[in-house]
């Protein structure tokens, strides 16, 4: 009885070993024998405190024989249960997944593509995979309530490309990142409201604005298309069609005579500075009359940026041209708008 009870005094005194009483190295020695990585763990840790092979298993709260058939092989590392597991957790300081892994039970790449995995699995799963044994270091992460802390957002980002597959994964990078304070771009695409879909891809052609126009027949209202290519749009009301194409920043829009009418092409040229000469200070910045003073002051910025001279490079001298025209049109249309409030 006496012996009995000193046994389950012994397994219930499990010992944590603080991170800071083992170098997290591995024996090299341990390496030749049976038991894997685990047993050259448990012999470095047991080296570093001058223990025993018997202190040690009383550290673990495990019998010295359990102890000692596991380190000879004689025990095989296959039947590691989960009591001596949670006893190797507790004394490496160590998430048990780590020490199935360490153990030979567990492939690290496999445990990324399919297992359920915790941010600390994750720390130390890139460990295992980017590292030769004889230079691991196999210490708790640095702050253990955000285990990906010090990772770069490229090699965060890695990881979601190669084992995004597995949601335990992407659950854990994205606790990371909803730590992590938003970059200036990042705040303005909050702003904007814009879908992370369009923010991996930008279009140049997305950013620019619609711009709205009167057709010169019936004066309607038609708002330009933002087109790759140049091509062609027509009035809903009286079909007249319009020759669209973009340069740089700037749409120059050109009406197209019908084939019977035999007129020069500058009475097209006329019509579209008549149109942009009736156009109301509304229709410049691409407003309904009702819009409140923000949006005028968005539509503002939003056009001055898009038709600043110095915004368009290297662009032939016309369309430097155009842009200095709409620059001075919407500077003056947001004046007029502004003495009317």
Excluded at 60 to 86: K, V
Aim: glycine letters at 4%.
């Amino acid at each position: 009885m006496p012996t009995a009870t000193a046994r389950a005094s012994a397994s219930a005194s499990t010992v944590q070993c603080p991170p800071d009483r083992w170098s997290g190295r591995l024996d090299p020695d341990g390496f030749k024998r049976p038991g894997g990585l685990l047993v050259a763990a448990l012999m470095q840790a047991a080296t570093e405190q001058d223990l025993s092979q018997g202190e040690l298993a009383t550290a673990m709260g495990l019998s010295y024989w359990s102890l000692s058939q596991l380190r000879i092989g004689f025990r095989p590392i296959e039947a590691l249960d989960d009591d001596l597991a949670q006893a190797c957790a507790a004394f490496l300081d160590l998430p048990p997944l780590t020490i199935q892994m360490l153990a030979g039970l567990v492939e690290p790449a496999e445990a990324l593509a399919t297992m359920p995995l915790t941010g600390e699995d994750l720390w130390h799963v890139r460990q295992l995979l980017d590292t030769e044994p004889a230079d691991l270091v196999l210490l708790p992460p640095p702050n253990r309530a955000r285990p990906l802390q010090s990772l770069s957002v490229d090699e965060l980002a890695m990881l979601h490309q190669e084992y995004g597959c597995n949601p335990s994964v992407c659950e854990a990078l994205a606790a990371e990142l909803a730590c992590r304070p938003l970059s200036k771009t990042e705040r303005l695409r909050a702003a904007l409201g814009s879908s992370p879909e369009a923010a991996a891809e930008p279009s140049p052609a997305a950013a620019l604005q619609p711009p709205i126009l009167r057709c010169v027949s019936c004066h309607k209202r038609l708002r330009i298309p933002v087109l790759d290519a140049p091509g062609e749009v027509r009035c809903p009301t009286c079909q007249t069609e319009y020759a669209v194409h973009w340069q740089a920043a700037v749409c120059l829009v050109q009406r197209i005579e019908p084939p019977e009418a035999d007129s020069d092409t500058d009475e097209g040229d006329e019509a579209v500075s008549d149109a942009a000469a009736e156009a109301t200070p509304w229709s410049v910045l691409g407003l309904e009359e009702s819009s409140p003073w923000e949006a005028v002051e968005r539509a503002r910025r939003t056009l001055l940026q898009q038709y600043h001279p110095d915004r368009l490079g290297h662009v032939p001298p016309l369309v430097q041209q155009l842009a200095e025209r709409e620059f001075k049109r919407v500077s003056e249309a947001y004046e007029t708008l502004r003495s009317q409030r």
